[in-house]
C-alpha cells in the first residue's frame, strides 16, 4: 500500500480532541459567542501542530477537519490551512480517499469565499492563492487527472481560477431522476488571468496527454477542464 492510501493513527491526546471537537462543532448552540473566536484560534492551531496531513489522512479527525471548514472557518483560518500545503503533500491530500475530502472542502469554501462573499477582505487569501497554491496544484494536473480523486480536485481547482460556479439541477427532459451540472459564470480575480493558460500548456505539453484521453478517469476529467475553460472564455 502506497503512503499515500495509508491510514495515518493521531496521538491520544490529538485524537480526544477531535472527538471532543466533533460534538463542539456539531452543537452551535452550546457555544457563548464571546468564545467563538478562541475556539477557532484554538482548533486552527491545533491542526497546525499536528500537522494537516496527518489530520487529513486520519479517518475520524478529517471529518471534524471537513466540518470546521464547511460551517466554521473564515479566510483567516483557511489563510493558515492552505499554506500548510505545498508541492510535495497536496498530491498526498488530492489522491488520498480522507485528504481528497478535506482538500475538496478547502476549495468549495474559497469558491465560497470569492464568489458569494464578495464583501470580504480577501486580498491575502487570493494573493496567495493565485501565486502560490494554485500553481502548485497546476503542477501537477496530469497525475490528478489520472487519480481518481484527484480528478475532483482538479475539477474544482479549474472552476475556482475561471470563475464558474457549479451547481445540479434535475434534468426534466429525461424519464428518470437525473442531475445535471448547471453553470454560473463570474469574474474572477485577475490574480487569477494566467493561471487557465497554465492549465492547458499542463496538458498541451504533457508527453502522456495521448494516454490521458483514453484514461478511465483522465479522459473524462479533461473534458470537464475543456468544457469549464470554454465556458469562461468571452
Known amino acids: 500500500m502506497s503512503d499515500a492510501k495509508k491510514l495515518v493513527n493521531l496521538s491520544e491526546t490529538s485524537a480526544a480532541y477531535y472527538e471532543r471537537m466533533s ?3 456539531s ?3 452550546d457555544i457563548e459567542p464571546s468564545s467563538r473566536d478562541d475556539l477557532i ?3 486552527i492551531q491545533q491542526v497546525v501542530n ?3 496531513v496527518t489530520v487529513s489522512l486520519s479517518l475520524s479527525a478529517s471529518r471534524v477537519l471537513e466540518s470546521f471548514i464547511t460551517g466554521w472557518c ?3 483560518s483557511m489563510l493558515t490551512l492552505l499554506k500548510d500545503v505545498n508541492s510535495e503533500n497536496m498530491l498526498v491530500l488530492a489522491t488520498h480517499k480522507n485528504g481528497s475530502h478535506v482538500l475538496e472542502s478547502m476549495l468549495n469554501k474559497i469558491s465560497h469565499f470569492l ?3 464578495p464583501a470580504l477582505d480577501l486580498s491575502s487569501l487570493v494573493e496567495y492563492f493565485g501565486t502560490e497554491f494554485a500553481p502548485c496544484c497546476i503542477e501537477h494536473c496530469i497525475s490528478l487527472a489520472f487519480d481518481s480523486y484527484g480528478t475532483h480536485i482538479l475539477r474544482v481547482l479549474v472552476q475556482i481560477v475561471c470563475g464558474v460556479i457549479q451547481s445540479t439541477v434535475n434534468d426534466k427532459d429525461s424519464t428518470a431522476v437525473v442531475k445535471k451540472p448547471e453553470y454560473t459564470l463570474c469574474t474572477p480575480p485577475h490574480e487569477f488571468s494566467q493561471l487557465p493558460e497554465s492549465i492547458l500548456s499542463q496538458f ?3 508527453p502522456n496527454i495521448l494516454e490521458a484521453v ?4 483522465a479522459s473524462p476529467a479533461i473534458m470537464s477542464v475543456v468544457e469549464i475553460l470554454k465556458l469562461s472564455q468571452p
Open 23 to 25: 460534538y463542539v462543532l
Open 27 to 29: 452543537n452551535p448552540e
Open 41 to 43: 484560534q484554538n482548533f
Open 50 to 52: 499536528d500537522n494537516l
Open 74 to 76: 473564515m479566510q483567516g
Open 115 to 117: 464568489y458569494k462573499m
Open 204 to 206: 498541451k505539453d504533457h
Open 214 to 217: 483514453t484514461n478511465t478517469y
